[in-house]
C-alpha cells in the first residue's frame, strides 16, 4: 500500500478497517481529561470494558454459593479453565487439550523445564538468544545450577553479529548444529521483547530436534500478537502471559502448552499438586499422584478464579475478532504505517534521528517498533508522554511503541508521527 503521512488518509484507514470498532471495547487511561495514544500493550494490555462484569460474576457466586461454586452455579469453579482452553487455543494453533490457564510465567517456565530440561550425561546445554528478558535468564541460570551445572558452561547464548541489533536464522541454526549432540533444551523467545523481533520458530524448532533436543518457547511477546502453529510447527512446549497482547490485567493468569506427543510419556517428570491429578478422582483424595491426560495434567493448585475471569472477557474480544488472523492483517498495515510515518519524521528532521532496530519486514516483527533515538532520547520519550502518546521506555535509549490492532487507530500512528516531529523539532 502506498501510504500518505496526513489526518485524512490515517483517517480513511480506519473508516475501512473492519476491527475498528473493537476500540470502543476497552477503557484508555486519560491525562488532562484526555484518552492516552496507548502504544504500550506490550507491556500490559488495556482494559477491557466487560472485565469488571466477568469479575462481578464470579464475586456473585462466591457470595452465592461459597464452597459449593465449585460445582454449583452457571460456571461452576472445576471445570472454568476449560471454557477458556477452548478460546486459547485458536490464539496459539493449538488444541484445548494441548493448553491450560495456570499459575504466573515465570513459574510456569521452572515447572516446564523440570518436565523438559532433563540434562543427562554429554547432553547439558541450553541454547538461548542474548539478551532475553531478565526473569528468563535468571530461571535458566537457576535450572541449570539446580541439575549441578555451570551456567558458563551449559548456556549457549546466540547473539547479534556486532554492530547489528537482531538475530540472523542461519546464526541461530548453525549454533544448533555446532552444539549438537551436547543439547539438552532450546528455549527461545518467540518475540524479542526489546527489539521485536520475531524468530524463526518452525526453522529453529526443526534444527533443535534434528540435534536431538527438545524445543520449547517463551511466548510472553508473542501470544496474541502474532499467529502461531504450535502443534503444527511440532514445539515440544511453550508458555507465555496474558497481560500483554491479552489484556487480562496486571499479574494476569498464565498460560502453558504441551504438544500432546508428549501425553503418553510414562517417563515425564513434573513437580505435581493435587489440581495435576486425574480430575474424576481428584477429591479421592488418594495416594500416589495419577496425572490428569493432557496440559491440565500440570496444574498444582487450584483454579484462580478471579484471575481467569479477567482473563475469558479479554478471550471474548479475541472471539469476536475471528482471533488471531484478522488481528495480524491489520497489526501488519498498522505497523508498516508507523516505520512509514517514521520514516517522514526522520526525513523532515534532515537525518536520521529515529532509527528503527525492528526487523522491517512483516514476517520477522510483530506489533512492536523499537526505536533507538539519537538525541535527548528520554526527554523525547517524557514529550511524548505529555502529548498523551505513552510508549515505553527501555534503557538506555530506546522506544518501544506497539500499534496494538484491537485498540490502536490509523490516526493514532499518524498523530504519534506528528508530536514526534514537533518534539524533535523544539527540543533538538
Ligand atoms: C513479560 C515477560 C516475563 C514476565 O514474567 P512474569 O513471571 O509474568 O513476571 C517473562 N518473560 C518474558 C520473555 C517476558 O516478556
Redesign the pocket.
Known amino acids: 500500500m502506498i501510504f500518505e503521512n496526513n489526518l485524512a488518509f490515517a483517517q480513511s484507514l480506519d473508516q475501512q478497517d473492519p476491527l475498528s470498532a473493537l476500540r470502543n471495547e476497552f477503557l484508555f487511561p486519560q491525562q488532562n481529561g484526555k484518552p492516552f495514544i496507548y502504544l504500550c500493550g506490550?507491556?500490559l494490555g488495556l482494559q477491557p470494558k466487560s472485565a469488571k462484569q466477568y469479575v462481578e460474576e464470579q464475586l456473585g457466586n462466591w457470595q452465592n454459593h461459597a464452597v459449593e461454586g465449585w460445582f454449583e452455579g452457571d460456571s461452576p469453579w472445576m471445570f472454568y479453565h476449560k471454557t477458556l482452553k477452548e478460546l486459547m487455543a485458536p490464539i496459539v494453533g493449538a488444541s484445548p487439550q494441548e493448553v491450560c490457564p495456570m499459575n504466573?510465567?515465570?513459574?510456569?517456565?521452572h515447572l516446564l523445564m523440570v518436565s523438559f530440561y532433563r540434562p543427562s550425561g554429554g547432553r547439558f546445554k541450553i541454547i538461548m538468544e542474548a539478551g532475553?528478558?531478565?526473569?528468563?535468564q535468571y530461571?535458566i541460570e537457576s535450572q541449570v545450577r539446580f541439575h549441578g551445572y555451570d551456567p558458563r558452561e551449559a548456556i549457549i547464548e546466540v547473539a547479534p553479529r556486532s554492530g547489528e541489533y537482531t538475530l540472523r536464522t542461519e546464526d541461530i541454526l548453525k549454533a544448533i548444529a555446532d552444539q549438537g549432540e551436547e543439547i539438552a533444551l532450546v528455549l527461545f523467545?518467540g518475540v524479542?521483547?526489546f527489539t521485536g523481533q520475531w524468530y524463526d520458530m518452525p526453522a529453529i524448532t526443526k534444527a533443535g530436534h534434528e540435534a536431538g533436543a527438545i524445543v520449547g518457547f517463551?511466548?510472553?511477546?508473542a501470544a496474541g500478537n502474532v499467529p502461531l502453529k504450535l502443534h503444527d510447527w511440532d514445539i515440544d512446549f511453550a508458555c507465555?502471559?496474558s497481560?500483554?497482547y491479552q489484556n487480562s490485567g496486571p499479574?494476569?493468569i498464565?498460560a502453558i502448552f504441551v504438544h500432546e506427543k508428549h501425553f503418553q510419556d510414562e517417563q515425564m517428570q513434573r513437580f505435581a499438586g493435587w489440581w495435576g491429578y486425574q480430575e474424576a478422582q481428584r477429591f479421592k483424595m488418594t495416594k500416589g499422584f495419577v496425572p490428569e491426560a493432557g496440559a491440565d495434567g500440570w496444574q498444582v493448585s487450584c483454579t484462580q478464579v478471579i484471575p481467569m475471569s479477567l482473563y475469558y472477557a479479554s478471550l471474548r474480544i479475541f472471539e469476536k475478532a475471528g482471533f488471531i488472523e484478522p488481528l495480524r492483517e491489520k497489526s501488519i498495515q498498522l505497523s508498516a504505517y508507523l516505520f512509514y510515518v517514521i520514516g517522514e519524521v526522520n526525513k523532515s528532521l534532515g537525518e536520521e534521528q529515529y532509527q528503527i532496530i525492528t526487523p522491517a519486514t512483516a514476517a520477522d516483527r510483530g506489533a512492536q517498533v523499537s526505536i533507538v533515538a539519537k538525541y535527548k532520547a528520554k526527554e523525547v520519550f517524557n514529550a511524548l508522554m505529555a502529548n498523551n502518546v505513552l510508549g515505553d521506555w527501555r534503557e538506555p535509549n530506546v522506544i518501544r511503541l506497539s500499534p496494538v490492532p484491537l485498540y490502536n487507530s490509523f490516526e493514532d500512528v499518524y498523530t504519534t508521527g506528528e508530536h514526534l516531529l514537533n518534539i524533535s523539532k523544539s527540543l533538538i
Open positions: 506490550n507491556s504466573t510465567l515465570t513459574v510456569n517456565l532475553a528478558f531478565p526473569s528468563d530461571a523467545g524479542n521483547y517463551d511466548l510472553a511477546h507465555w502471559c497481560y500483554k499479574g494476569g498464565s
